[in-house]
């Protein structure tokens, strides 16, 4: 069959392993190489390690596939050994006849050796039937170079002859595989042949001792390649493997073979034995004879050996390719059945979102998905919030996803929460951290368990939480609210979404929203607002929201794409522009005005094509020179005839009279300000409040700046990074100040400058009414680290957290009791004295002297150096009166009355007082009363019973509680939490006692608008007494009615009274829905109906 015929035919090959059986698809004309390719790709199995059986024969590496139909093949797995025996019979089979030139070169050899008496002609036989003998090589073992001069050239063309012929089978041993049938019947006849030879020239071997001597010299090292080839091939073990019928007369060849090279040993010994000149030699070849059997045996057993390992590893291997091939399998029938139910879940979750896509455009479920539907979940914290609020934070979920016990809400410190505030950043909420309830009941795993389930089904929930945290955020268009928010396991804080969200339970507070996807740590922070943008391919122009006069504007073409970007606005005040300059008068002395600062984020740093930015910059307000040019030269005055106080706020001068320059600066990198020339503004105006800035580079944050005209950019580029500076810290003052009832009760309060006279006012509403001492004006950070230490006689009298970071909107204060070291000090002194001393990290610089043994006076300073070191910002003076010898008198205080607005009365708090033991001041911490408030409890019931001041701190809890909380709730919460279930049951047998009594009072008062309405209805005055009929009014009592009122509404409202008093708690007001119904008063019904409902 022609060969093109058979490309792009296909058939099937059926091959078997011993573990599956494969399908293999080849063309036509493959021949096993293909088909061991195609294995390769299928199975990944090395063409190297493939053995392909064929009725118990293995198929050459290219040989041809049989033509069948149905072609079945069995496939061997070889390991190494067996993959390099596989390789060297490749060899031996591109070893052919033709490299050895068959035996008839060996024949003609034999008939030159039988007439080597004969001179030239029978050696040009000799030489003629050699095919390409191989010339002598320099260093050959075989050399006929001792030859003597003497010798004919008969001798020497025959030994030449023959020691060719010898090196040549050298080479061919050493070069070839025989380790094959058809390759020992060439084996063979080179024994033949050598044995041949050596009988041939036992008649020369007296003639020639010393060509004997190399002859044998050869044929022993020819003998040794045998031996070795026989070492190093394993042929013994190979020989001894089983073999078939058709192998059998190949088999009996190599045992002729192996016959004829015994009897050429015994040739040789023999032809030892006939010359006496070559004694010596001849018994060292029967030694090299016998270490060489000797040698075969130990290799025959070493083969053993081999080969019986070999079958050990092979056996171990197939049985380890077993176990892997089971765990494989098994591997992938778990990996099967794991997608298989991953596809099903996949698909129950692609058909819910279905449904509820469906759903979602339709009024009820958008009701469904809004939060303010979903169970309102309210936590408290236990210690006093930063701020005034009644809640830690609200949650909101849908119906099913969590519960009220399910989540635990803790008050992280700032110092401890790992949060980064960014310059601009300002902390306005207290941080939070959500996270599942631990149950009580369970071990440590179970517990874990439970909460990872939590996480999941929060995180696995159609809609996110709802998380509400209360804020303190005053208004600034120029900032908006995030909330920052860390995920359980994680310690990455992440900004998400945040909006302002009012509930009508909780009017009174601020509240800021987010909808994170899980549980962790909330903070809400007040940071620059950010405004969003996209420009076209046709350009056009966007304004910002902070400052409407700010501009971005491009033409046509300068984007390629629609590009979006991000812009942020941080105004620069005139009054910080003023306080700078007073602040710092070396370095911002020259300064005028600033723009705000703008940053500009587009996803790439050059343009195509410039853009404008129409930046704000107050302009100069001094009066510009007017022109000279009419005034002569003698009369030019020296001076101003203007009084000063003519020009504003002092801010006149020649220098601002010369005019002003604009500087133009770029934030690097590194955190500096520089002038920078990328960059070309313009005036908008004649006035000058307007620069145009137009650029192709964007940098990270541009500013521009007035000063005066004087002024060079390595001045303004100081200025500005001293405004920015000024601009990330905050002015504040320490303030300490003692109770006037108890000095030992003091506040150190870090507040800032601005909002002084605020905190002293509520400092003294707090109590603290003591003589104030304040600090000067020092600068912080947000969120900077401020340590509070003392020195002197006095100390804390208890364990406060000393260490404490300042927000400008959060209480940045530490409420304390000290008290003396040593109350023997001091003794000249009135009262006992000490300082507290706040410090900073900052950098401080520091002399860098000599490493020697001198005084650091005798030393020599190598210089300057910044390290990071603390810094004291303030000292204030604490005095703290000593002791009276007589006790003081105890406080009067005026009765507080307590108004009853619900089940919680003067009565019940009462009952709680006599029933509480000591648990009471922990009742008072489970219900948010402060710890001050405790103490001052104490102190004004010393020597006393429980009783008053559990009744005080009673009251004092009902009248801080805002009248929208639930006071009874809140109330039998703390109780169950101190373990009194029984006043917890009293509690509600008041509420319940409570709610009926209102019940009752609600239910008469509807009755007796009812009346009203009915006396006022015409009905009321003209069919009153079928009314009276229907409600089973007496006859009697309606005559006494009529006889005793005329007026006919009159009439109605007391026989309605009448009614109610003998129908008692029966008197409702359905039962004069259903008078009016029975008398087809339809509109009086109606009216009856809108009153119940409402």
């Known amino acids: 069959m022609d060969t093109s015929s058979k490309e792009g035919q296909t058939r099937m090959i059926h091959v078997q392993t011993e573990t599956k059986n494969l399908d293999i698809s080849v063309d036509l004309a493959c021949n096993v190489q293909g088909l061991k390719e195609s294995i390769e790709e299928v199975e990944g199995i090395p063409v190297q390690q493939q053995g392909i059986i064929l009725n118990g024969k293995e198929l050459n590496h290219g040989e041809d596939l049989p033509q069948q139909d149905e072609l079945t093949l069995q496939l061997v797995v070889k390991s190494e050994s067996n993959v390099k025996e596989s390789a060297a019979e490749a060899a031996e089979e591109e070893y052919t006849e033709a490299d050895f030139e068959d035996s008839t070169s060996l024949d003609k050899v034999d008939s030159a050796n039988q007439d080597i008496k004969e001179k030239d002609k ?73 044995s041949s030879h050596m009988k041939h020239n036992e008649d020369f071997l007296s003639k020639m001792s010393k060509a004997l001597e190399i002859t044998m010299n050869s044929l022993s090292k020819l003998n040794k390649r045998i031996i070795n080839k026989i070492e190093e091939e394993h042929l013994q073990t190979w020989l001894s493997t089983p073999i078939t019928s058709q192998d059998a007369s190949e088999q009996s060849k190599s045992r002729d073979l192996m016959a004829k090279a015994a009897e050429l040993r015994e040739a040789v010994a023999a032809s030892e034995l006939q010359f006496a000149a070559v004694t010596k030699l001849c018994a060292e070849m029967e030694v090299n004879t016998a270490e060489a059997q000797q040698m075969a045996v130990n290799a025959r057993i070493a083969a053993e050996e081999a080969a019986r390992k070999v079958e050990e590893a092979e056996k171990a291997a197939r049985e ?24 099903i879940r996949l698909e129950k979750e692609a058909k819910r979102k279905a449904e509820m896509a469906e759903l979602k455009g339709t009024p009820e479920e958008q009701e469904r998905i809004n939060p303010a539907n979903w169970p309102t979940y309210t936590y408290r914290l236990q210690n006093a919030n930063d701020f005034d609020a009644s809640y830690s934070c609200i949650i909101r979920a849908l119906p099913g996803v969590l519960a009220q016990d399910d989540v635990t809400v803790t008050k992280v410190h700032q110092l401890e929460s790992q949060l980064q505030l960014e310059n601009n950043d300002e902390l306005i909420s207290n941080i939070i951290q959500l996270k599942p309830s631990l149950s009580s009941d369970g071990d440590g795993d179970d517990a874990s368990i439970s909460s990872r389930s939590l996480e999941n089904i929060v995180a696995s929930s159609e809609e996110p939480l709802s998380v509400l945290l209360p804020h303190c955020a005053p ?121 705000p600062i ?6 790439s740093s050059k343009l195509n094509r410039p853009i404008s930015i129409i930046t704000p910059i107050p302009a100069n307000s001094a009066k510009p020179k007017r022109p000279v040019t009419a005034v002569p030269e003698k009369e030019k005055p020296k001076s101003s005839s203007r009084p000063a106080s003519a020009f504003g706020l002092g801010s006149y001068s020649k220098e601002e009279e010369e005019g002003d320059n604009l500087h133009l600066l770029a934030l690097t990198n590194n955190g500096y300000w520089i002038v920078t020339d990328e960059m070309e503004y313009t005036p908008q105006n004649k006035k000058g409040d307007l620069i145009s800035v137009n650029t192709t580079v964007i940098p990270n944050k541009y500013w521009l700046l007035r000063t005066k005209a004087s002024t060079s950019s390595t001045k303004a580029e100081l200025i500005a990074n001293t405004l920015y500076d000024y601009l990330h810290k905050r002015v504040v003052q320490f303030i300490i100040k003692q109770k006037g009832d108890d000095p030992t009760d003091i506040v150190l309060v870090c507040t800032p400058t601005l909002k002084f006279d605020r905190t002293v006012r509520r400092l003294e509403d707090e109590g603290y009414s003591e003589a104030m001492k304040l600090s000067p004006e020092v600068f912080v950070r947000e969120g900077q680290k401020i340590e509070i230490k003392f020195r002197g006689n006095l100390q804390p009298d208890e364990d406060v957290d000393l260490v404490l970071p300042y927000n400008s909107h959060l209480k940045t204060q530490v409420n304390m ?110 219900l948010n009363v402060k710890k001050t408030r405790i103490q001052s409890i104490m102190r004004n019931h010393v020597n006393c019973e429980n009783e008053p001041a559990i009744y ?33 049951e009293d509690v509600r047998d008041k509420e319940y006692d409570y709610k009926e009594l ?7 008062n509807l009755l007796k608008v009812i009346f009203v309405k009915i006396a006022q209805h015409p009905a009321g005055l003209t069919r009153y007494g ?35 008093n003998e129908a008692g708690e029966s008197a409702s007001p359905n039962t004069l829905l259903r008078a009016a119904k029975y008398l087809r008063l339809t509109d009086l019904a109606g009216e009856i109906r809108r009153m119940i409902t409402y």
């Open 475 to 595: 208004r600034n268009t120029s900032k908006e609210i995030i909330v920052l928010w860390k995920p359980l396991h994680s310690l990455t804080w992440q900004a998400i979404d945040a909006k302002d969200c009012n509930i009508e339970s909780v009017k009174d507070a601020k509240l800021v929203e987010c909808r994170p996807t899980g549980l962790g740590v909330f903070a809400a922070v007040h940071r620059l607002k950010t405004d969003k943008f996209a420009f076209t391919k046709k350009g056009g122009k966007v304004f910002s929201t902070v400052d409407g006069r700010l501009c971005v504007q491009c033409r046509p073409g300068a984007f390629r794409v629609n590009t979006p970007f991000s812009m942020q606005i941080q105004p620069v005040e005139l009054a910080s522009v003023s306080d700078v300059k007073v602040r710092f008068p070396d370095e911002c002395s020259d300064l005028i005005s600033s723009s």
């Open 598 to 603: 703008v940053s500009l984020q587009f996803p």
């Open 320 to 343: 380890k390719a077993r176990v892997e091939e089971e765990k494989r399998q098994k591997a992938k029938e778990l990996e099967k059945r794991q997608q298989e139910e991953e596809r």
């Open 122 to 194: 029978e050696t040009a036989s000799v030489n003629t039937g050699l095919d390409s003998p191989n010339p002598q090589k320099a260093g050959s073992p075989i050399s006929v170079a001792f030859l003597d001069d003497g010798v004919d050239s008969l001798i020497s063309d025959h030994y030449q002859t023959l020691t060719d012929m010898l090196s040549k089978r050298e080479e061919e041993l050493a070069s070839g595989h025989f380790k094959s049938y058809t390759q020992l019947s060439v084996l063979q006849q080179t024994a033949n042949h050598i």
């Open 952 to 984: 005080e701190m009673l009251l004092t809890w009902v009248k801080r509680v805002p009248r929208s909380l639930d006071k009874v709730k809140v109330l039998c919460d703390a109780l169950r939490a101190v373990g009194r279930l029984d006043l917890v």
């Open 1026 to 1060: 079928e009314i009276a009929a229907v409600l089973k009014v007496s006859d009697e009592e309606l005559r006494n009615i009529e006889n005793e009122y005329s007026n006919g509404r009159e009439r109605c409202i007391k026989m309605l009274e009448s009614w109610r």
């Open 998 to 1004: 209102r019940a009752e009072q609600l239910k008469e």
């Open 817 to 926: 009791y000290i008290a003396e070291i040593d109350k023997y000090a001091q003794k000249s002194f009135s009262s006992y004295r000490g300082f507290a001393q706040f410090y900073v990290e900052g950098l401080v610089t520091r002399e860098i002297y000599e490493d020697n043994d001198k005084k650091r006076g005798d030393r020599k300073s190598l210089g300057t150096e910044e390290v990071w070191d603390t810094i004291m910002l303030s000292e204030l003076l604490i005095s703290l009166p000593k002791p009276e010898p007589e006790a003081p008198k105890p406080l009067k205080k005026a009765k507080i009355n307590l108004v009853s607005e619900g089940p919680i009365d003067d009565n019940l708090l009462k009952q709680l007082s006599g029933d509480l033991g000591d648990e009471w001041k922990m009742l008072a911490t489970h």
